[in-house]
Structure formats: structure tokens, C-alpha cells
């Protein structure tokens, strides 16, 4: 197989993957940035970003990495948007600063961020029993907050279907952990 259909087949692939993913990761911006135009340069990203991913390997689980790459896209402009209000900051009061600095930090110890993490693993081990379909179902649903007509719409399934996964989930969820307060 020659260089030009190797280009080709990436093309073809790259093409697959804007049919499937663009509706999902415009949602799965838009809900986390302050505009539609931001949101389109976000997922425009993710496909540059894939593409250089498929030029390099195999890629085996297209969904994982899709979002694992707009959810790296998304840190990495949030940070740039710390760094740009850090910067912001050091011109006011430092008295400001250090009230606005200390109300921040107080929800965020590290204790905390490792607790949430663990809970996050521990809840998504629960999930995998359920079988992949499941899991990516409820994470779209309630990590996510994807309607259930997009989820559906996106795996080929009615309405109805993607319910009966969420309300699955969440009973076993719910067996398995109980309800946390």
C-alpha cells in the first residue's frame, strides 16, 4: 500500500470521525466554555490533535480517546486561564488577593482532590461490571450532562434504551455504595 492511500484511508478515517464526534464534543464544550465559538476551535483541535494520533498508531477505542483529548484541550486551557487571572490578580490589593486566594483553595486540598479521585475510580471499577455500553452511557449522562437524545442519537439507540442503561446503572451504583452523603 502506498503513501497516497495510507493519506487516504486516514482522511477517510479523520472523516468517520467528524460525522460521529462533532455533535458530541460541541455539546460536551459548549457546557463547559463561555461561547459557541470557543467551543468550535475546541473540537476543530480535537481533530488536528487526532489526526496526529492516527498518523502514528492504531487507534482501538476511538470514544476513549476522543474525549480523553478534549478533556487534555480543556486543562490545558485551563491552565493558560489561571496563568492569565494569576497575572490579573497580582494587580489588586493584596489584602484582595489573599481573601479571593484563601475562599478559592479552601474546597481544594490536596486531601480532598485525591478523596474525589479514588471515589471517581472506585465508581467507574462499579461501572465496568456493567459492561462498556452501560458504563459510556452513564458517564455521557451524568458525568458528562449529555442529553439522552444526543447519547442516543450517538450509539444508535432509541430513548428509551439509553434510560434503561442510565436507571441500570445507577441501581447498581446504589446497591454497590449505598447512599452517600
Known amino acids: 500500500m502506498g503513501a497516497g492511500s495510507s493519506q487516504r484511508g486516514e482522511k477517510e478515517l479523520l472523516t468517520r470521525f467528524d460525522a460521529r464526534f462533532r455533535g458530541p464534543l460541541m ?9 459557541r465559538t470557543d467551543a468550535e476551535d475546541l473540537t476543530q ?12 498508531e492504531v ?17 490545558d ?4 486561564g489561571a496563568t492569565r487571572a494569576i497575572a490579573q490578580l497580582a494587580e489588586v490589593d ?11 483553595l479552601e474546597d ?8 474525589a479521585r479514588v471515589e471517581i475510580s472506585e465508581v467507574l471499577r462499579a461501572l465496568d461490571e456493567l459492561g462498556e455500553l452501560t458504563k459510556d452511557i452513564y458517564v455521557l449522562f451524568r458525568l458528562e450532562a449529555m442529553k439522552q437524545r444526543e447519547i442516543a442519537a ?26 452517600r452523603q
Open 94 to 104: 493584596d489584602h484582595m488577593v489573599s481573601a479571593l486566594t484563601r475562599e478559592f
Open 154 to 179: 450517538l450509539h444508535g439507540l432509541t430513548v428509551k434504551s439509553v434510560e434503561k442503561h442510565v436507571m441500570r446503572a445507577t441501581l447498581h451504583l446504589t446497591l454497590r455504595f449505598g447512599a
Open 77 to 80: 486551557r485551563g491552565r493558560r
Open 27 to 35: 455539546s460536551f464544550f459548549l457546557r463547559r466554555v463561555s461561547n
Open 108 to 115: 481544594r486540598t490536596p486531601e480532598r482532590v485525591l478523596l
Open 45 to 56: 483541535d480535537v481533530f488536528i490533535r487526532l489526526a496526529g494520533v492516527v498518523e502514528r
Open 59 to 75: 487507534v482501538d477505542d476511538p470514544d476513549a480517546l476522543v474525549f480523553k483529548i478534549a478533556a487534555n484541550l480543556l486543562r
